[in-house]
């Protein structure tokens, strides 16, 4: 098939490289300029990584991340340990492959080199879509730099949380702020004095109506910060720097951990968005056209889960596309498997929120116990094989 992917992120370029690997015709539609990621980490797990296997960045991925041995949820404050979820060998051995943390840019290079590697013009850059228009046989997809209209038997909107793709299949509904906002700046590991340092672990320190996640990347040279405050509206943009004097002031007296990287972060290198919801929907598609990614089920980040949905997507549209149906039974497929999966992701990042910000201290440990994040996760998360699971 000749296939339209709207948007390189991170779900867009995964998309194109399976769908390439399986043989069709693949353009990629990306408005920027120069393809690129924010300077910041993002977790991969198994259920993730299997589809990243496959697409043979296994290695390239090991090279570049960090494999932390656990996620460790610590109180704000103390560091008291609340819960434990091991990863490292533990999660590989469970779940058929390891659990990765790793610099955005060097897995969006990856995936790039990925694309080009099978189709080097396969990637369409300065290309801002503005609308499609969809047709019995065909899609027609504008531009809005007046460059010739474009055509594809199929569409997949990887656009991002403000998709243009998702307001043709769904209407003009709008990202919801979630109340939430998140600072994000990474520090070299030779700042912080050696007796501070966690162990290789992803920490998320728990604190009342805001939460702090910290960890390793790059060999673990170079270390990860995201603190997550609620907070009222402001401006969703992953380039938008705020004051540090405001960073240090949302984690007054926190963790000497957490202190010593807020006191060694750059000045200048304080980012802060805000943390938007997409109303989960049960309809993905049109005759010929699909969502991917945060483009239909965007969520809170409080399971280190947005981008591997994205992933998942790709490998069951991938195989949904094989399926002996027409195109619309395909993509309907394609929608009922992932809906129900993603939507719980999207709740439970959400739910997740409301745990980690528990002001009590006892309240806060009564809760980790009854929520056992490490079974739930170890059932229902990590498990999930995209290759396998069953569509028909
Ligand atoms: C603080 C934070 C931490 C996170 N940590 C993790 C984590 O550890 N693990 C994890 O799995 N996920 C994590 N996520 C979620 C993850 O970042 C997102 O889910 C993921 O990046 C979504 O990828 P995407 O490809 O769907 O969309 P995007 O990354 O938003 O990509 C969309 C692309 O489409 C392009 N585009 C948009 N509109 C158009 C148009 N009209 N025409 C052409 N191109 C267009 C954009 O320029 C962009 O390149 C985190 C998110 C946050 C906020």
């Given at each position: 098939?000749?296939?339209?992917?709207?948007?390189?992120g991170?779900?867009?370029?995964?998309?194109?490289?399976?769908?390439l690997?399986?043989?069709?015709?693949?353009?990629?539609?990306?408005?920027a300029a120069q393809?690129g990621?924010?300077g910041?980490?993002i977790?991969?797990?198994?259920?993730?990584?299997?589809?990243l296997?496959?697409?043979?960045?296994?290695?390239?991925?090991?090279?570049?991340g960090v494999?932390?041995k656990?996620?460790?949820?610590?109180r704000?404050?103390?560091?008291e340990?609340?819960?434990?979820?091991?990863?490292?060998?533990?999660?590989?051995?469970?779940?058929?492959?390891?659990?990765?943390?790793?610099?955005?840019?060097?897995?969006?290079d990856?995936?790039?080199g990925?694309?080009?590697?099978l189709?080097a013009?396969?990637?369409?850059?300065?290309?801002?879509?503005?609308a499609?228009?969809?047709?019995?046989d065909a899609?027609?997809?504008?531009f809005?730099?007046?460059?010739?209209a474009?055509?594809a038997?199929?569409?997949?909107?990887?656009?991002g949380i403000k998709?243009?793709?998702?307001?043709?299949?769904?209407?003009?509904d709008?990202?919801?702020?979630?109340?939430?906002?998140?600072w994000?700046?990474t520090?070299p590991t030779?700042?912080?004095?050696p007796?501070?340092r966690?162990?290789?672990?992803?920490?998320i320190?728990?604190?009342?109506?805001?939460?702090a996640?910290t960890?390793?990347?790059r060999?673990?040279d170079l270390?990860?910060?995201?603190?997550?405050?609620?907070r009222?509206?402001?401006?969703?943009?992953?380039?938008?720097r705020?004051?540090?004097?405001?960073?240090?002031?949302?984690?007054?007296?926190?963790?000497?951990?957490?202190r010593?990287v807020?006191?060694?972060?750059d000045?200048?290198?304080c980012f802060?968005?805000?943390?938007?919801?997409r109303?989960?929907?049960?309809r993905?598609?049109?005759?010929?056209?699909?969502?991917?990614g945060?483009?239909v089920?965007a969520t809170?980040?409080?399971?280190?889960q947005?981008?591997?949905?994205a992933?998942?997507?790709?490998?069951?549209l991938?195989?949904?596309?094989?399926?002996?149906?027409?195109?619309?039974?395909?993509?309907?497929?394609y929608?009922?498997?992932r809906?129900?999966?993603?939507a719980?992701?999207?709740?439970?990042?959400?739910?997740?929120g409301?745990?980690?910000?528990?002001q009590?201290?006892q309240?806060?440990?009564?809760?980790?116990v009854?929520?056992d994040?490490?079974?739930?996760r170890?059932?229902?998360?990590?498990?999930y094989?995209?290759?396998?699971?069953?569509?028909?």
């Amino acid at each position: 098939m000749d296939i339209a992917i709207v948007g390189a992120g991170l779900g867009g370029l995964a998309a194109a490289a399976v769908l390439l690997q399986r043989g069709h015709r693949v353009r990629v539609y990306e408005q920027a300029a120069q393809l690129g990621e924010v300077g910041a980490g993002i977790q991969m797990s198994a259920n993730a990584m299997k589809v990243l296997d496959a697409i043979g960045l296994r290695e390239p991925i090991a090279r570049a991340g960090v494999r932390p041995k656990a996620f460790e949820f610590r109180r704000f404050d103390s560091g008291e340990l609340l819960h434990r979820l091991p990863l490292g060998e533990a999660h590989e051995q469970r779940h058929g492959a390891p659990y990765f943390q790793i610099h955005r840019v060097d897995l969006h290079d990856a995936l790039a080199g990925a694309v080009r590697a099978l189709a080097a013009d396969a990637i369409v850059l300065g290309a801002r879509v503005c609308a499609l228009e969809e047709r019995s046989d065909a899609v027609t997809l504008r531009f809005d730099d007046g460059r010739a209209a474009a055509q594809a038997e199929l569409v997949i909107g990887a656009d991002g949380i403000k998709s243009v793709v998702r307001r043709t299949i769904l209407g003009d509904d709008r990202p919801v702020f979630t109340g939430q906002v998140a600072w994000r700046c990474t520090v070299p590991t030779e700042r912080i004095a050696p007796e501070l340092r966690t162990d290789i672990v992803s920490t998320i320190w728990c604190g009342p109506r805001n939460h702090a996640v910290t960890y390793y990347l790059r060999s673990g040279d170079l270390l990860n910060f995201v603190g997550c405050v609620e907070r009222g509206w402001e401006e969703e943009s992953w380039t938008a720097r705020r004051p540090w004097k405001e960073l240090d002031a949302d984690y007054r007296g926190w963790h000497p951990m957490v202190r010593a990287v807020i006191d060694a972060v750059d000045r200048d290198a304080c980012f802060r968005w805000a943390l938007n919801n997409r109303t989960v929907s049960a309809r993905w598609s049109t005759a010929r056209a699909t969502l991917l990614g945060d483009a239909v089920h965007a969520t809170l980040p409080y399971m280190a889960q947005g981008a591997a949905m994205a992933i998942e997507d790709a490998a069951v549209l991938a195989r949904a596309l094989e399926l002996p149906l027409p195109l619309a039974g395909q993509l309907a497929q394609y929608a009922a498997h992932r809906a129900p999966r993603t939507a719980r992701v999207v709740r439970e990042s959400t739910e997740m929120g409301e745990l980690y910000h528990i002001q009590d201290a006892q309240a806060m440990r009564e809760a980790f116990v009854a929520r056992d994040i490490a079974r739930s996760r170890n059932e229902w998360l990590y498990p999930y094989d995209p290759w396998q699971v069953g569509i028909h």
